[in-house]
């Protein structure tokens, strides 16, 4: 007897600029399979399975999921759910009502522990289903990759941000600070250094959640660069925190909100540029002080896209079908760098990504916690796409000052 199978994806966590690449790569790959009778999607990730609330993505022109692959954020709707065994419980009884096979959940580490929790309600249930956890964070802390579909477009935002900043901080010298997405990972913060072109280019400090922060060794970093350039650009990851690992934010203004996930909330708020752009005016005397949080924005902006990551999200939702199809079980479609620059997917077990963080590796940062090292350039230039945007500066030949004439020339 020939075996229909039944298909259904989710998103879930943050949007990103790529992830209906990944979605696009299901639904198109499994057209190529005749045995697949359904593709569906959930609306609003794993609570839209909770809640039986199905799209057909079989419904949909082969020129729409391109035009939707191409457009950024979640276009299937996500949730910031974090499903406990009893909650997965309830997907697995979903999956089972609509004789759904094969399920693939696109997301962070919280969404592949989603997989790794559902597969195994799957077997002790003894319902043949494929569980396969395709990879999706801006973040890039997906432990056992090389980097994750998303983060390489919003790097690319953040290093031409600072570019941009840079140029502007150039033209009205000053103190600019800016804090960027990473709670316990600084990939992203760190892509700022990428904005670089001449030799004193901003940002010129990069504090990261890898590292303790310190106010006062901050300060004192500040001023040094203030005095060399007469101005500083500063780069700060939301998650910066003292030696105790009390985020710097809470010992600014005490008590935060919290989201579901128990976590202080970060990207919520512009407080922490706002205060620590206060200590540099007060403490350091500096007039021109301002500051920014990029929020929302290095997610799923329009038009800054990087190419390498379009082609690999896509080819990771492509993987998973064939993987699921191909019968290779459950596991998590990583990213293995190979050569220079090239990429492998192999499957890896859910165990190894699950509920689990990457951070940045010691090699990648400088000694003295305020930058980054060489070796960072040489991880994210491939990353970015050779399209990145240049700019320039002026030569600036010096004219010889005229000698101003004075009194009567006769």
């Known amino acids: 007897m020939k075996v229909s199978h039944k298909i259904l994806v989710a998103q879930g966590g943050g949007p990103t600029a790529v992830i209906n690449q990944s979605l696009a790569g299901v639904a198109l790959e499994a057209r190529r399979f005749p045995d697949v009778s359904h593709v569906y999607g ?3 990730g794993v609570r839209g399975i909770v809640n039986d609330d199905l799209v ?20 299937l709707g996500s949730t910031r759910d974090k499903p406990d065994r009893k909650y997965c419980q309830e997907i697995f009884k979903v999956l089972k009502a609509h004789a759904i096979d094969t399920f693939f959940y696109i997301g962070g580490n919280d969404s592949s522990d989603t997989v790794r929790i559902v597969a195994e309600e799957a077997k002790t249930s003894d319902h043949g289903l494929r ?70 280019d901003g940002p010129h ?49 005490g008590e935060t909100e919290k989201d579901a996930h128990g976590n202080v909330q970060l990207s919520g708020t512009g407080a922490l540029a706002d205060l620590l752009c206060e200590d540099v005016k007060a403490k350091l005397g500096i007039k021109r002080v301002r500051g920014d949080t990029f929020g929302y924005l290095q997610r799923s902006f329009v038009g800054c896209v990087s190419k390498v990551d379009q082609r690999e999200a896509r080819e990771v939702g492509e993987k998973a079908v064939q993987y699921a199809l191909g019968g290779a079980g459950d596991g998590s479609v990583a990213i293995r760098r190979v050569a220079d620059y090239a990429v492998d997917y192999p499957l890896i077990p859910l165990a190894t990504v699950a509920g689990k963080t990457r951070v940045m590796e010691d090699h990648l940062i400088n000694a003295a916690g305020n930058d980054v090292t060489p070796a960072f350039f040489d991880y994210l230039r491939p990353l970015l796409g050779a399209d990145t945007i240049e700019v320039a500066q002026l030569r600036g030949a010096k004219v010889e000052k005229a000698k101003l004439l004075t009194g009567d020339s006769t």
Do not use: W
Request: proline letters at 4%; one cysteine or more.
């Open 42 to 44: 959930a609306l609003q």
């Open 56 to 75: 057909d993505l079989g419904q949909e022109t082969v020129a729409n999921l391109e035009a939707v692959a191409a457009t950024p954020a979640a276009a």
């Open 131 to 200: 569980a396969v956890h395709i990879p999706k964070t801006i973040d890039n802390d997906l432990v056992g990759f090389d980097h994750t579909p998303g983060y390489p477009s919003a790097a690319r935002f953040v290093a031409q941000a600072f570019a941009g900043a840079n140029l502007d901080n150039l033209a009205l010298k000053g103190v600019y600070v800016a804090v960027v997405m990473g709670r316990h990972a600084g990939f992203l913060t760190a892509a700022s250094a990428l904005a670089r072109k001449y030799p004193d």
């Open 205 to 253: 400090l990069i504090y990261l959640p890898e590292r303790i922060f310190v106010v006062d060794k901050f300060l004192a970093d500040v001023k040094t660069v203030f005095e060399r350039h007469g101005r500083c650009i500063v780069a700060v990851s939301e998650g910066i925190h003292d030696e105790k690992g009390e985020a710097i934010i809470s010992k600014y203004i």
